[in-house]
């Protein structure tokens, strides 16, 4: 998953993270740093300033600012990966570079392709396959948005479940849950040592793991409703037109989709302690439960030095 960050919110100062490949991102304002736990046991770190997308006042309202921070997290998010990538391939004795821009814009269109092909395009074709099963009504119907949800979910958790048994993946996963307890004790304001970060959580409510789930729980919801009135007004009669049609709306939808569910995020986390946004939180929490995994000392002293240097770049 390349989705995995947090926005924290209450924090002596705002930060958010994301693990990568024997290493954690963290991002405290317009800087971003990473670090590195390299096969000799050296901590390599690199801080490098926040790709943002967010130049104009006006893209940073609410329910507008939402899809240009997925794009500017994942464009920052990959190029994290990529480093980590690269040091990995340095400690293997092999030859690698970072991505040049145009292999950054490359691996941004068939992430995002393979995200939306997994779940948009799939979920909605096999809901197809149920309809002409005759388990399913058309797509106008409820009992066809009914399968696409339970579909996408299906595939989202199934996805997840899969990748967590890739012992590499394992090791990310742990530096996921790494992220989140020295963000847990940096809100908290205690001192930044691995013992300190023990009582705290691996699981964080304004992780990516729950943005996801909002994303995917959102979708559902405005597809059932708009898919149906969008057809009254436009409805090519041919089937395979008409099915086209359709998916491509629902690939538009997304940016709305990812506005609100990021305003959904930010809500939940700032009131965390409510019991509305407690309940908001807890699907997301479970899932994290497979998305992160304890992790040890060294896992945690890497992310500690990730956010150190975010927060005192000037000193890194």
Known sequence: MNLRWLFALAAPQAV?????IEGVMMRAKDNLAIAIRK???EIVTEVRPWFSLLRYSWLKKPFLRGFP???????NGIKALNFSAVQAAEDDDEDGGELTTWHLVLTMILALGAALGLFVVLPHFASVLMEQLGWAGDVDSLSFHIWDGAIKMTVFIGYILAISYIPDIRRVFQYHGAEHK???TWEDGKELKPAATHVYSRLHPRCGTAFLLFVLAISILLYTVLVPFLLHFYSPENFVFKHLYIVGLKLFLMIPVSCVAYEMIKFSGKY????????????GLMMQLLT???PDDSQ???AIAALQCAVNAEEC
């Open 16 to 20: 958010g993270g994301q693990a990568v």
């Open 39 to 41: 096969s000799d046991g």
């Open 69 to 75: 921070i997925l794009m500017e997290t994942m464009v």
């Open 182 to 184: 020295v963000i847990w």
């Open 272 to 283: 965390s302690k409510h019991v509305v946004c407690k309940l908001m939180c807890w699907p």
């Open 292 to 294: 992160t995994k304890e």
């Open 300 to 302: 945690i002293e890497v």
